[in-house]
């Protein structure tokens, strides 16, 4: 599955491959296999992607058009 949503929102914050590879703890080869879709996201690093995006997980893997989830937050 590409996830163009995360490219989408790297660019929109003038992010390079790297940039959120280090973000990560990976390489930017790893990281760009992410985006390919050549590589499955660990759910770990799809919160740590939410977080920094500050996004919903829903939207950065599609299944939501909004950015922000309408839910309460997790204690």
Not at 40 to 65: C, E, F, M, R, W
């Amino acid at each position: 599955m590409k996830f163009q949503r995360i490219k989408d929102l790297r660019e929109d914050h003038d992010k390079l491959q790297k940039d959120i590879a280090e973000i990560l703890g990976i390489s930017q080869q790893y990281y760009s296999e992410y985006e390919n879709g050549k590589r499955t996201i660990p759910i770990q690093h799809l919160i740590t992607l939410a977080k920094y995006y500050n996004v919903s997980i829903d939207y950065i893997v599609g299944l939501s058009i909004e950015k922000k989830g309408k839910n309460k937050k997790a204690s």
